[in-house]
């Protein structure tokens, strides 16, 4: 992240509903490199984000937030889809998504893990009992 971005970026924290952010400052955060990630993301409707008098999306802190911990879950592999529908009963429910999200992500990533190291195990043996 640019000095200049990394500055706003603490600055923003300061007051975090403030939208201050442009797609391409949450494109250099994220390390994304297409705006169709972002764009995807708030289609969808897992993100609300506001826009500045020219129409173009503008992002608070808390929207920053919110993407990178939808990012990561996208990353290993959680569908929007599913995101969305989690969100939207933690919202119902009165909770916060972000806690949620946190949550969701350490228990996904101990699931996912468990998963592969489990079925790395099976290989390993079916490997040696068919090398026997």
Request: without cysteine; hydrophobic residues 35%; aromatic residues 10%.
């Amino acid at each position: 992240m640019k000095s200049e971005l990394k500055s706003k970026y603490e600055m923003a924290s300061k007051t975090p509903d403030d939208a201050v952010f442009t797609i391409k400052d949450i494109m250099a955060i994220l390390g994304l490199a297409s705006y169709a990630s972002v764009q995807r993301i708030d289609n969808d409707g897992l993100i609300k984000v506001k826009r500045n008098s020219q129409n173009y999306r503008i992002y608070s802190y808390n929207d920053i937030q919110l993407l990178i911990k939808i990012h990561k879950l996208i990353k290993i592999g959680v569908p929007l889809k599913i995101l969305k529908t989690l969100m939207e009963f933690e919202k119902s429910k009165q909770r916060d998504p972000i806690l949620f999200l946190d949550e969701f992500a350490q228990f996904y990533k101990k699931r996912y893990y468990s998963a592969n190291r489990n079925k790395a195990r099976k290989n390993k043996i079916n490997a040696d009992r068919q090398s026997s």
